[in-house]
């Protein structure tokens, strides 16, 4: 089998994705330097997005990034597919398999949803090289889970929003109430009240699934955005994919704090006119999680199982291109502290809160 790896991700702007791979963890062997397997380049990319679909400035648009660059890079080819509403687990076994059939290589599922599409169509095309981001529950030798910290970049954003409100009172909306974004929450919430116990966090979902048009409804957002502005949040981190638009759109009409998430939402043009109140983002490198996927392809080396992205590696982070962020002085130093209890481990984060 092909080993275990665990990836050094460079967080920021989509540009920093020229990453290399280093082994960690368990220990396994290498596919022959001889495998049809490794050796099968394909005639691409094939890139699969998830709810909201490319535009949603935040994790899709991520991934096309890495997406474009590798295609520049490699001079290789690419087809990037958008989803359908209510589409069923049916619908993307039939993408990812027509994908395969096609000769793309790697074909990437983006996000947990296709988990269940990944298995099934790994199954059937053995020599392709499968990646599936945000979940690591499918595993086999053609499967590649990129997988991130996000508690521990949320952490970070907690403690940004615990030093930067004045209300005492602060935010969290989360687009579909799912374990993954669950993960975002209890980082953030153990962050805010780490920093300061007295602070009050409100905290709401936007849709439960299988409903899952929380990550896809900006006006979803919006109004729960403005139902804790008028509760007195002047601080609010969304973890909502497109529907986060909605909640940056309202922070920014009462001039309060917002926190955007995966990339670097001030940088988004589409945003532009709302930037000076995206204090920062968590940002996740789901561009660096493609383009390495596509290298380790492109060398003959497809990486394999569980690759994660964490604080450490630089894989989740707060991003710093506000200036009014970077200039507060007492949240630079309560970031970098924190940031240093958990990557030396001193501050554990409970993800089950």
Request: charged share 25%; glycine share 12%; with cysteine.
């Amino acid at each position: 089998m092909r080993r275990v790896s665990k990836l050094v991700a460079a967080v920021g702007t989509a540009a920093a994705l020229a990453l290399s791979a280093t082994a960690c963890g368990g220990t396994s062997t290498e596919a022959s330097s001889g495998s049809s397997d490794s050796a099968e380049k394909g005639k691409g990319i094939a890139l699969a997005y998830d709810v909201g679909g490319r535009g949603d400035q935040s994790f899709n648009d991520a991934a096309y990034a890495g997406f474009e660059k590798a295609k520049k890079d490699f001079g290789i080819g690419g087809e990037d597919v958008e989803p359908s509403d209510g589409e069923s687990d049916a619908d993307k076994v039939q993408r990812l398999t027509d994908l395969a059939r096609q000769g793309y290589n790697p074909v990437i599922g983006v996000g947990f949803a296709y988990a269940p599409a990944v298995k099934e169509a790994a199954e059937k095309f053995p020599k392709t090289t499968f990646g599936l981001i945000d979940d690591n529950t499918v595993q086999a030798e053609n499967i590649a889970n990129l997988v991130f910290s996000e508690e521990q970049g949320s952490y970070l954003a907690g403690v940004a929003a615990a030093k930067a409100t004045k209300s005492k009172v602060v935010g969290f909306i989360g687009g579909v109430e799912v374990p993954l974004i669950k993960k975002f929450e209890a980082g953030f919430v153990q962050g805010v009240k780490d920093t300061d116990k007295s602070i009050e966090v409100k905290r709401q979902y936007l849709t439960q699934p299988p409903d899952m048009n929380g990550f896809s409804k900006p006006d979803l957002g919006k109004e729960a955005a403005r139902g804790q502005l008028d509760a007195k949040a002047d601080v609010i981190y969304h973890a909502a994919g497109l529907a986060g638009q909605g909640v940056i759109e309202a922070v920014a009409a009462q001039d309060k704090w917002v926190i955007g998430v995966d990339s670097d939402q001030y940088r988004q043009k589409t945003l532009d006119k709302y930037k000076d109140s995206i204090l920062t983002s968590m940002t996740k490198d789901v561009s660096g999680a493609v383009y390495n996927l596509v290298k380790s392809v492109q060398d003959g080396k497809p990486l394999s199982g569980e690759v994660r992205f964490d604080l450490e590696s630089g894989g989740v982070g707060l991003a710093d291109s506000n200036p009014a962020f970077t200039e507060m002085t007492e949240l630079q130093d309560a970031v970098k502290k924190a940031k240093d209890g958990v990557v030396g481990g001193d501050i554990k984060i409970d993800v089950a809160s």
